[in-house]
């Protein structure tokens, strides 16, 4: 299922139970992938791809590219090196 095909209120229910698993599994990183799908479960209209300021529960918060083939405008490079910055953050790879 695209992030379009979900409604803003199963959006923000799947970010209340993300944040649920979070505060539960206390991970060091969260990466969120679509920008779409998280300024509509978060509220954050505004947010970019990258780093968000603010955590989720304790964790750091990446917003990373969608992988999907409907993001045409990505090459290989641009997903591996957004995917890589937030797996850095969690000591997955140096």
Same mark, same amino acid.
């Given at each position: 299922?695209? +992030?379009?095909?979900? @409604?803003?209120? !199963?959006?923000?229910? $799947?970010?209340?139970?993300?944040? !649920?698993? #979070?505060?539960?599994?206390?991970?060091?990183? #969260?990466? #969120?992938? $679509? =920008?779409?799908? *998280?300024?509509?479960?978060?509220?954050?209209? %505004?947010?970019?791809?990258?780093?968000? /300021? %603010? /955590?989720? &529960?304790?964790?750091?918060?990446?917003? #990373?590219?969608?992988?999907?083939?409907?993001?045409?405008?990505?090459? =290989? +490079? @641009? /997903?591996?090196?957004? *995917?890589?910055?937030?797996?850095?953050?969690? &000591? =997955? =790879?140096?």
């Amino acid at each position: 299922m695209r +992030a379009d095909e979900l @409604t803003a209120d !199963e959006l923000r229910a $799947g970010g209340d139970r993300l944040l !649920e698993l #979070v505060i539960e599994l206390e991970p060091r990183v #969260v990466a #969120v992938a $679509g =920008i779409t799908a *998280y300024r509509r479960a978060f509220g954050d209209r %505004k947010a970019l791809i990258g780093r968000q /300021p %603010k /955590p989720l &529960g304790a964790a750091e918060l990446w917003v #990373v590219p969608n992988p999907s083939g409907l993001n045409a405008h990505h090459t =290989i +490079a @641009t /997903p591996a090196a957004a *995917y890589a910055e937030p797996a850095r953050a969690a &000591g =997955i =790879i140096d």
